[in-house]
């Protein structure tokens, strides 16, 4: 199993954790996003993905992209450590909470929305970085509100074990804080996020611990 990966990148931070927590091992493959003119725009990666997006899961030639695609991919072929409820219901739960991230948040303040807002538009780092806070602080707002005052809501995101919902918060919460968005609006987030972080398979999937962190 290969994954192509960048450090950063809060899309394969996901799939490092969904494969952490399942104890698959996989060969680490670099693609710096910023090197090169960005290597994931290069000819030989854009054969495996069109779109030039990481990360990439290579498993025996069968080629899958999109982190939530991949997740849920390692979740049926390795139902062992489920990340998703056993009940419907559950599951449309974490599947919200979920995409309320990858979906609301995510797409507004990916490295190719930030370089046009800069490059294209010719705006200020000061602000591009208000951009970039503005919309993950209201839509970290939104998860807080899904999972406060929750009976479901347990340690994690969804009772006592880590699953989806949590595979996807993590990173955005690392990124929230390398731009230095305000969290102090976010207590029942951040208590999940320190609770994640205790535990090795979120800890040793963190940016700063892969192969090609700088």
């Not at 995510?106 to 503005?134: F, M």
Request: hydrophobic share 45%; aromatic share 8%; with cysteine.
């Amino acid at each position: 199993m290969k994954l192509y990966s960048y450090f950063r990148s809060s899309a394969s931070f996901r799939v490092r954790i969904a494969l952490a927590l399942k104890g698959l091992a996989y060969d680490y493959l670099a693609v710096h996003l910023l090197k090169d003119g960005g290597q994931q725009l290069a000819a030989e990666f854009k054969s495996l993905n069109s779109a030039g997006l990481v990360p990439v899961l290579d498993e025996d030639g069968a080629i899958l992209t999109q982190s939530l695609a991949i997740i849920e991919y390692l979740d049926e072929t390795r139902p062992q450590v489920p990340l998703l409820p056993s009940d419907a219901a559950g599951r449309a739960r974490v599947r919200a909470i979920a995409l309320a991230i990858a979906c609301e948040i995510h797409p507004l303040n990916n490295l190719r929305v930030l370089n046009y807002l800069s490059k294209t538009l010719g705006i200020s780092d000061e602000q591009k970085n208000a951009w970039y806070c503005h919309w993950v602080e209201t839509g970290l707002a939104t998860v807080e509100s899904m999972l406060s005052d929750n009976v479901l809501t347990g340690t994690y995101c969804h009772g006592e074990s880590p699953g989806l919902a949590d595979i996807c918060l993590i990173p955005q919460i690392f990124n929230a804080q390398r731009f230095k968005a305000k969290l102090d609006h976010v207590p029942t987030v951040m208590r999940i996020h320190e609770a994640c972080m205790r535990l090795p398979a979120f800890a040793d999937s963190a940016p700063l611990n892969q192969p090609d962190a700088e």
